[in-house]
């Protein structure tokens, strides 16, 4: 329960962050009225074409968003470089993990079809040293 709130809480906030400008009680308020409208069975939708979650500064550190192939989200270090991908691209869905530009990096992808699954690493010089894969091609 507690856990439920504070998801919702921060939800809240991020929804009060799109409204341009809008305080912090609101945000709160909005956050309680959503809540007890869940609580009571009632369906309460939070719609948007991305979400940026930044610090109290106003830096990015993460990003959903929708693609001509589907949702990818995009999880950045504290210098903004991507360093977590989660995605579809135009033949599949993929998890990149690459924690430095110039350092070695894993990437794990299968196609929508179910014909392909593969993982692959990659050295610090950006060169693939594994491939692991099925293929029914």
Sequence with gaps: MKT????????????????????????????????????????????AQAFD???AKGKLFARLSVTP????????????ADVVGLGFWEEGAGLGLKPKLGKAAVSLGVSTDGRYAG??????NGQRTVMLGTSKY
């Excluded at 995009?74 to 210098?79: N, P």
């Design 4 to 47: 439920e709130r504070s998801v919702a809480m921060a939800i809240g906030v991020l929804v009060a962050s799109f409204a341009g400008g809008a305080s912090a009680q609101w945000a709160v308020h909005s956050v309680d009225a959503a809540y007890a409208a869940a609580r009571a069975g009632k369906t309460t939708t939070l719609r």
């Design 119 to 124: 993982l692959g690493i990659q050295d610090e």
């Design 69 to 80: 192939n589907g949702p990818v989200l995009v999880l950045k270090d504290k210098t903004g």
């Design 53 to 55: 979650l930044v610090d």
